[in-house]
């Protein structure tokens, strides 16, 4: 039986990845900020699942949580998400906004990126799916610290990419995901087009978790945004946005 972890499975994107993962056979170790919807997903999926209470913030216990998910699962781990985030439209710049973003997509993002590679590489094996933003590619002016903090995810995966390299037989793999607009709390804005539902974006990860794809626009005329975002001038995007 494959063994996967989702860190931030209790909502959105994460939850509808555990849905796949378990009707393609895995075992699923959890996490999410909150106990009584870690609950209901043990209610739901009973011993296909082991639940953790665990938020990315806490620093002091990320490395606890991950080891005692994989000890649960039995030693092993095959593929680690990480659908944890937040982000607010924040014009104002209002620090304790733009600290709570940083704290989470940057430092507890990190943390766990950093221990699930070491972990992969002294298994030898493991696949470490993350879920960035096309937002990365950019700034913003209404949310200066999310479009920032996902920059960085991409650049930290990209590093450990090149990190696998390292880890003799070529079985440690590196995902970024970088969704559009899809029907989550994390769809910041107002007016937003080509919003995509949940469920089809998560079958649409799900086919490149599979495919083991080094990066991955969803949904995929994202690709077409994504092209376009990387040629605009800043002065005419400053314009525009």
Same mark, same amino acid.
């Given at each position: 039986?494959?063994?996967?972890?989702?860190?931030?499975?209790?909502?959105?994107?994460? =939850?509808?990845?555990?849905?796949?993962?378990?009707?393609?056979?895995?075992?699923?170790?959890?996490?999410?900020?909150?106990?009584?919807?870690?609950?209901q997903l043990k209610t739901t999926y009973?011993?296909?699942?082991?639940?953790?209470?665990?938020?990315?913030?806490?620093?002091?216990?990320?490395? *606890?949580?991950?080891?005692?998910?994989?000890?649960? $699962?039995?030693? %092993?781990?095959?593929?680690?998400?990480? !659908? !944890?985030?937040?982000?607010?439209?924040?014009?104002t710049l209002d620090w304790n906004k733009? *600290?709570?973003?940083?704290? @989470?997509?940057?430092?507890?993002?990190?943390?766990?990126?950093? $221990?699930?590679?070491?972990?992969? /590489?002294?298994?030898?094996?493991?696949?470490?799916?993350?879920? !960035?933003?096309?937002?990365?590619?950019?700034?913003?002016? %209404?949310?200066?610290?999310?479009?920032?903090? /996902?920059?960085?995810?991409?650049?930290?995966?990209?590093?450990?990419?090149?990190? @696998?390299?390292?880890?003799?037989?070529?079985?440690?793999?590196?995902?970024?995901?970088?969704?559009? +607009?899809?029907?989550?709390?994390?769809?910041?804005?107002?007016?937003?087009?080509?919003?995509? %539902? @949940?469920? =089809?974006?998560? =079958?649409?990860? +799900?086919?490149?978790?599979? =495919?083991?794809?080094?990066?991955?626009?969803? @949904?995929?005329?994202?690709?077409?945004?994504?092209w376009v975002l990387k040629i605009v001038? %800043?002065?005419?995007?400053? *314009?525009?946005?």
């Amino acid at each position: 039986m494959q063994t996967a972890i989702i860190f931030g499975a209790t909502s959105g994107i994460g =939850k509808g990845l555990l849905a796949l993962l378990i009707s393609h056979g895995y075992k699923v170790g959890v996490t999410g900020r909150r106990t009584e919807l870690l609950n209901q997903l043990k209610t739901t999926y009973g011993n296909r699942i082991e639940t953790s209470t665990h938020d990315v913030q806490e620093e002091a216990t990320s490395s *606890k949580c991950f080891t005692n998910l994989i000890n649960a $699962l039995g030693g %092993s781990v095959d593929l680690v998400i990480h !659908s !944890s985030g937040i982000g607010y439209e924040n014009p104002t710049l209002d620090w304790n906004k733009e *600290k709570d973003t940083l704290l @989470t997509n940057v430092m507890g993002a990190t943390l766990i990126y950093n $221990l699930v590679f070491r972990f992969f /590489k002294s298994q030898g094996y493991g696949h470490l799916v993350a879920i !960035s933003s096309i937002a990365s590619l950019r700034g913003n002016r %209404s949310s200066p610290a999310y479009f920032a903090s /996902k920059a960085f995810q991409v650049n930290y995966l990209e590093s450990l990419y090149f990190k @696998t390299k390292e880890v003799p037989g070529n079985q440690v793999f590196v995902t970024d995901i970088r969704p559009g +607009f899809i029907d989550t709390k994390m769809a910041l804005g107002d007016g937003i087009f080509w919003m995509a %539902s @949940t469920q =089809k974006a998560c =079958k649409q990860i +799900f086919k490149a978790i599979q =495919k083991k794809k080094r990066r991955v626009y969803i @949904t995929k005329r994202w690709n077409l945004i994504a092209w376009v975002l990387k040629i605009v001038p %800043s002065w005419l995007q400053r *314009k525009v946005m």
